[in-house]
């Protein structure tokens, strides 16, 4: 489970961009932190950058699904 230290700098948002399943090897649109569905690992993804087909495999829990969980953009005034 992600964890942080300063609430100060999160926020909660209703975005559907956090309800998109992900597969292995499909091209993300978000930075962020992704979680598999499945089984709670997590891995970091950069915008624009596939989701790692060799992260793990599941054989007996289901299929590798992942959903961001958490969202990284860069400052408004840094570009």
Aim: glycine share 8%; hydrophobic share 35%.
């Amino acid at each position: 489970m992600a964890q942080y230290k300063y609430p100060t700098h999160m926020s909660e948002t209703k975005s559907w961009a956090f309800d998109q399943d992900w597969k292995p090897g499909q091209v993300v649109r978000n930075a962020g932190i992704y979680r598999c569905a499945t089984c709670g690992d997590e891995t970091v993804v950069d915008k624009g950058a596939a989701i790692p087909k060799t992260h793990h495999e599941h054989t007996v829990l289901g299929p590798v699904v992942w959903k961001m969980l958490v969202f990284a953009q860069k400052h408004p005034s840094r570009g």
